[in-house]
């Protein structure tokens, strides 16, 4: 009841001052237009037409929703909104002035003073709204200065464009945060000692370490929407030199509608500083949301970090229903758990089951009836794979082999294969399951209705057992971090980036096609380190790193094409086509059959012994013990 009361009183406060404001403006327009002698029977005029405007004015002001502005956050969208309800009351006198008989004169106002009461009323209700709003923001600034002196924060805004300009919006009205905009860094000439939201350009990126002295700089932001990973290297290695931390806001693709939240603002991150720009895909496309809209999708593996992030943005794209099967209970519950009421559209299906059992997929194909597969299961750990060699065969050829036969059986639309670039010429186990695989899609492609396609990327960025988490575990202990070889370099995406592709070649892969991303030049696992040592707080001399020798299986560097293989584009960029090869293979059936009957005698010397008669590329090493 209180609370109301004091909305109650706080809004006939703004009414009073408005009819103050407007009374003042028409007043002051007869005022002007007769030099300060206003005729009786103008006189008259104004009184009789004075609390009728008065009150339209206030009446359009409730009707457009003004008074429910909230002075503090006025912005130039609701200083529209006033002009609006401006307008009709202005209008409506022109239209009097110029239609109406000669003998109604009381309604007859001058032009002259109609255009300077519009004028002044607008001047004057957008100004004691933009003072009150610099009032409040000073007050609290001060508040906050008296109070918190001891932990207000100095800051340099890296980029004086959009996005710097939301940036600096958002911390003035957020003045509890304890942010003081010190100033701008931006490297184009022009906006040199330029203003923006009273906050000056000071200088460019080389002048970041003179201004953090002068200053006392505490932390700078990165506020360039569309920023190459090479300019964060380079501006994260100048903040760093200059010893104070760095943040970034997001990239374009996580801003929401445009504005920039105190919120997103982030610790700059190891994708940040790829040896290349992140490949910004859109699969909100209407070609891949009319390809996925109202569709039952099964994804295989889906409790893994592929998976899951394929089954939330296909979510975005409104599937009917979305199946989920994987044999590992608690991933399976974790990603059910969140996808579950984010759309009441979307059926969610959580089913536990091992791809290795036919029987079992077998009825989840008569029940669910998907129109669309997606298979990311697989065992992918390279050196562990080196030594459960038959295990690898059975979950990722035997259990590619089944879904496809069954995709064929049951007339699916479309199936995506998940590979690898260890599948290019490989020397490991894993890489070799992954390219007969492929061949596998190839050979059923070519004899079946079903549109088959693979999707083949590099290392993913923050995957389970990848690089960069087990990178994470050695620097918070200090060290040391265990590199294989200080030669290693490797192709680097975002899981995002891994899943935009998988979803996009989802809606025009077929025949087979192995469709590849454009992924830039390799990344030096030494640099990726150094990188992260650093994001981490350390410097590179405060956490070792210890090479300790390649493991079994692994490359020095991966390929993403064999020489066989031509590139074509496709109609996204930054992703093309590998077609299909001539394979000097007779029977890939008959050496996938032998293959499953080797894993299941538990015959990893057999299984190696095709790896290197088939026509797969394989330049493993393996030896008996792994």
């Known amino acids: 009841m209180k609370f109301h009361f004091k909305v109650l009183m706080k809004d006939i406060n703004q009414f009073c001052i408005d009819a103050i404001i407007f009374s003042f403006s028409l007043f002051a327009a007869y005022l002007i237009r007769f030099e300060g002698i206003i005729p009786g029977i103008v006189l008259k005029q104004f ?79 957008l100004g004691m709204r933009m003072i009150r709003r610099i009032w409040a923001e000073s007050a609290a600034r001060n508040g906050l200065t008296q109070e ?86 380079n501006l994260v290695e100048i903040c760093e030199g200059a010893g104070i931390k760095v943040r970034i806001i997001p990239g374009l693709f996580e801003l929401l509608d445009g504005r920039v939240t105190v919120n997103a603002i982030r610790e700059v991150k190891i994708e940040d500083l790829l040896g290349r720009n992140i490949v910004k895909m859109d699969p909100r496309r209407s070609e891949v949301v009319q390809h996925y809209r ?34 590992d209970e608690n991933s399976i519950f974790e990603i059910d758990n969140e996808l579950q009421g984010r759309s009441a559209e979307i059926r969610v299906v959580p089913l536990i089951a091992n791809i290795k059992n036919q029987t079992r997929l077998a009825q989840i194909f008569a029940k669910n009836k998907p129109d669309i597969i997606f298979h990311a299961a697989a065992h992918k750990h390279v050196p562990l794979m080196e030594r459960n060699v038959s295990e690898a065969i059975l979950n990722n050829v035997k259990g590619t082999v089944e879904l496809a036969r069954l995709a064929d059986l049951h007339h699916i639309e479309k199936f995506i294969f998940i590979s690898s670039d260890k599948a290019v010429n490989p020397t490991s186990v894993m890489g070799a399951t992954k390219r007969i695989g492929e061949m596998i899609i190839q050979d059923i492609a070519s004899k079946s209705a079903t549109q088959f396609s693979c999707v083949r990327f590099g290392n993913v960025l923050g995957s389970r057992g990848s690089v960069i988490p087990l990178f994470q575990k050695q620097i918070a202990r200090g060290g040391p971090v265990t590199i294989t070889h200080p030669d290693m370099r490797r192709f680097f995406m975002s899981i995002s980036e891994a899943v935009q592709l998988i979803i996009q070649a989802g809606s025009i892969g077929s025949n087979g096609e192995i469709l590849v991303l454009d992924m830039g030049k390799m990344v030096p696992i030494v640099g990726l380190a150094k990188d992260l040592i650093r994001l981490s707080g350390f410097n590179e001399e405060d956490v070792e790193i210890r090479f300790t020798g390649l493991r079994p299986g692994e490359k020095l560097y991966e390929e993403i094409l064999v020489d066989q293989e031509r590139d074509q584009t496709t109609t996204f960029e930054k992703i093309f086509i590998a077609p299909p090869t001539e394979s000097d293979l007779v029977d890939i059936q008959k050496w996938v059959e032998t293959l499953i009957g080797a894993a299941e005698r538990s015959q990893d010397e057999e299984i190696v012994r095709c790896f290197r008669e088939m026509n797969i590329g394989y330049q493993g090493k393996w030896r008996t013990n792994g």
């Open 47 to 125: 009184l009789t037409l004075l609390p009728y405007i008065v009150i339209a004015r206030i009446v359009l002001f409730q009707i457009f929703s003004v008074y429910k502005i909230v002075w503090r956050y006025i912005s130039i969208q609701d200083a529209l909104r006033m002009i609006k309800g401006l307008l009709p009351v202005t209008g409506l006198l022109s239209l009097a002035r110029y239609l109406l008989p000669a003998k109604l004169f009381m309604l007859k106002v001058p032009i002259s003073i109609i255009v300077l009461e519009f004028l002044l009323v607008t001047l004057g209700t």
């Open 148 to 233: 918190r002196q001891e932990i207000i924060k100095k800051i340099l805004l890296i980029g004086a464009g959009d996005a710097g300009n939301l940036v600096v919006k958002e911390l003035k009205q957020r003045v509890d945060l304890g942010f003081h905009v010190v100033g701008f860094i931006d490297d184009d000439p022009h906006k040199l000692s330029t203003v923006i939201q009273g906050i000056r350009v000071l200088g460019n990126s080389a002048a970041i370490p003179r201004l953090a002295g002068k200053y006392k700089i505490d932390e700078a932001i990165i506020s360039i929407a569309n920023a190459s990973s090479r300019d964060i290297r």
């Open 294 to 327: 109202g569709r039952k999708i099964m994804v295989t593996g889906a409790g893994g970090s592929i998976g899951s992030e394929l089954c939330r943005q296909l979510c975005m794209l409104k599937p009917s229903e979305i199946v989920l099967v994987d044999k």
